[in-house]
């Protein structure tokens, strides 16, 4: 079964820092993996994805993360965060392949210190 | 492009009543739409995976008759949660496939529930 696994539900940084939110999957399956972006009571926007393509994948919004399969890690980073970037980050792999629904991670919550 | 849109974006009703939560795919068509469920501070979960035209497939520990899901057209799939209970106050969120990213989800706003 595929499941995902975010280390640390909480990360800090100081704005102009870097971001590296942490995430860890599990598939049997060749996965596509996610990240999204919740603000507080919102839906969920798509920052970037994984689709067996290019192993390092540029999102919006200055994010980029890294797919290494040796590694089972799909990594979120940003060279420096912005006040505007605090937020709730979920990681998430597809439950089978290609257009399934997706295994979500427990979330990051991302603060941005001034 | 690819927006979806859910109705109510909020509602607050009396434990016993039904509720009946709306998701459209307002420029593209959705064979397939999700339902998922997220408590406070947690994750998103898989409730129910709606496609149009068929009955929809529940995931493990979900309540069928309790969570009604019709998908009758290929832009709006509804949930309907039947005799609400406090317990069943949540965000749902409701995801879309687009038949021309057929790799990616568009998620709606949600919707706040909250039973008296």
């Known amino acids: 079964a595929q499941s995902v696994t975010q280390l640390g539900s909480h990360v800090s940084v100081s704005e102009g820092a870097l971001v590296l939110l942490r995430c860890n999957y599990s598939s049997s399956v060749p996965p596509y993996l996610f990240w999204y972006v919740q603000y507080p009571n919102q839906g969920l926007q798509l920052l970037l994805k994984?689709?067996?393509?290019?192993?390092l994948v540029k999102g919006i919004n200055g994010f980029e993360a890294e797919f290494k399969k040796s590694e089972t890690s799909f990594h979120l980073t940003k060279p420096s965060a912005h006040m505007s970037d605090a937020a709730e980050y979920f990681c998430?792999?597809?439950?089978?392949?290609?257009?399934?629904?997706?295994?979500f991670g427990k979330g990051t919550r991302l603060s941005v210190i001034a | 492009g690819a927006v979806v849109s859910q109705h109510p974006s909020w509602v607050i009703c009396k434990s016993g009543t039904s509720v009946k939560i709306e998701c459209r795919s307002l420029d593209f068509q959705a064979t397939t739409m999700f339902w998922y469920r997220q408590f406070p501070k947690q994750s998103l979960m898989l409730m129910a995976t709606?496609?149009?035209?068929?009955?929809?497939?529940?995931e493990q520990g979900v309540e069928k008759d309790k969570f009604l899901i019709n998908h009758a057209s290929l832009t709006l799939s509804t949930l309907t949660v039947t005799s609400a209970h406090p317990e069943d106050s949540s965000f749902y969120i409701c995801?879309?496939?687009?038949?021309?990213?057929?790799?990616?989800?568009?998620f709606g706003p949600g919707t706040r529930l909250t039973v008296l």
């Open positions: 994984y689709t067996s393509a290019a192993t």
């Open positions: 709606s496609n149009e035209g068929s009955k929809a497939t529940y």
């Open positions: 998430a792999v597809t439950k089978g392949s290609g257009n399934t629904p997706l295994v």
């Open positions: 995801s879309a496939l687009s038949g021309a990213t057929g790799d990616e989800q568009f």
